[in-house]
């Protein structure tokens, strides 16, 4: 039977036995990127696989054979010293921005206006600023090097790229579990109330744990779209696979018909990479979607 | 105030009002109930009924009158409601059992983690109490596993842990198919044979009349008539009671 691509959340709703009680709970559509990549069949994917040569061939003639030859000759270089360093910058600024966004996703929840309000403008902010735009803030403001007990320790530009990007990604999974938090029905607050746990408790051991399922599909989305959003650095210096693509086909004489060969290269390295997590975070979907 | 002993009044409720914003939905309620009574709450929709029994484990505040547990003012700001809610356990309409947990371990989690007691101790306890509402060997079992009737019988059975001296049961079978509202039944008058002080919110008029001491009949915030089931059932007085009587049996 074939599978409707927004059949699960509808069908959910119905089983839902309580509204969501404060606000909208998850947003209405969290896994915007891993469903439309998530949704492409395989053939697709393959279709465009065998594009790519094609579309350097029609508009490059023969020069085209070359140009892949000499992108074959690159490729160990562009993907251990490019692709796997963006890879290294978006596991360390998911890692910061889950981190970060857990506190501020319970601060999103908490009953103090006092901290309510300070976390509600810093992710409304990083939320809705422009990724370069806060990447560049951040390289400029940021020191060069920070002295710490005497010690001199540099603060490399792809490090405060990781910075950069951790921050909106901070501010996005704070509404991530936001939305976690507030899915579950309050008659669980109630059920540990009258048990006696304290709000700290009933937070830590019975409304994460349960939301914990539920939170991955969007964190997973989220992942795949801070990978995506890598090759900004290397508009900031940093020599992520971008730039190393560029400065490889310099190297080999700047010619126009390196242009599909070497870019399309790096299209598809990221394409690979995102597209196993887009599929995964679907089933993932589905599955909590019946199971719930 | 001289200290509770247990010949007065275990729950004592005096002109209790209670509004959800400009609505008053209970509008001077007063109430004794003794130490190992039963009382039946019965009355139509809307009438105030699981509002009252929230308010008396403090899920709900009150705006004026006084409730007390054990001599305890319930809604004193410095009350200690860890101390309330050892001692007042509720069973609500739609079980809210913690769907990450087994049976076994929805029960003993409060008992671990909030009393703090031993874990074999809890243990033991548990696997009693889950034998007396009559789901052994449902232990491992999740709650999404379990029928309605079984899951309602492990939620009796997690506030029974926290070994309670009045259990509040919240229309616990209203949710539930008809032919396991009488396993959840019998567990509860299991538990009143006991001696178990039980306020029951209910639509079961048959199960009021068989397992109450004492039923009051409440409508529109207000208790309209009470008295000992079998007066109630057969020769009540309020005009309002007996339309809502005929209606229902």
Known sequence: ??????????????????AR??????????????????NMPASWVLLGLALWPTFALAQSGPDAYNAFEKLLRWIPFLFMQGFLFNVLISVLAMAIGTVLGTFMGLGLTTRSALIRTPVQI??????????????????????????????????????????GLALPVSANIAEVVRGGIQSVPTAQWEAAESLAFTRRQTMWQIILPQCVKRMLPPWMNWYAILTMSTPLCSLLGVNEVISLT??????????????????????????????????????????????? | MTAWTPDQPIIR???????????????????????????CIIGPSGSGKSTLIRCINALNDIQKGSIQVEGQEVHDPKLDKLA??????????????????????NIMMAPLKVLKEKPADVEARARALLKKVRLEGKENQYPGELSGGQQQRVAIARSLAMQPDVMLFDEVTAALDPETVKEVLITIKDLAAE??????????MNFAREVADHVYFTDKGLIVEDGPPETLFTSAKDPRTRSFLSQVL
């Open chain 1, 1 to 18: 039977m074939a599978v409707k691509p927004s059949s699960p959340r509808k069908t959910m709703d119905v089983l839902l036995p309580v």
């Open chain 1, 21 to 38: 009680p404060f606000g909208s709970g998850s947003l209405p559509d969290d896994l915007f990127l891993a469903r439309w990549l998530g």
């Open chain 1, 122 to 163: 810093y992710v409304t902010f990083f939320r809705n600023a422009p990724w370069l735009v806060l990447l560049f803030i951040i390289l400029l403001a940021f020191p060069f090097q920070v002295t710490a007990f005497g010690m001199v320790i540099p603060v490399p530009g792809w490090m405060k790229t990781v910075i």
């Open chain 1, 246 to 292: 560029r400065q490889a086909m310099e190297a080999e004489g700047n010619r126009p018909e390196l242009l599909v060969p070497f870019y399309g290269f790096c299209l598809i390295l990221f394409f690979l990479y995102c597209y196993p997590i887009a599929r995964f975070t679907r089933s993932l979907e589905r599955k909590f979607a019946v199971r719930s």
């Open chain 2, 13 to 39: 409720l005096r002109d209790v009002h209670k509004s959800f914003g400009a609505l008053e939905v209970l509008k001077g309620i007063s109430m004794d109930i003794m130490k190992g009574e039963v009382i």
């Open chain 2, 84 to 105: 309330l809610r050892r001692k007042v356990g509720i069973v609500f309409q739609q079980y809210n059992l913690f769907p990450h947990k087994t049976a076994l371990q």
């Open chain 2, 195 to 204: 001696g178990l002080t039980c306020i029951l919110v209910t639509h079961e």
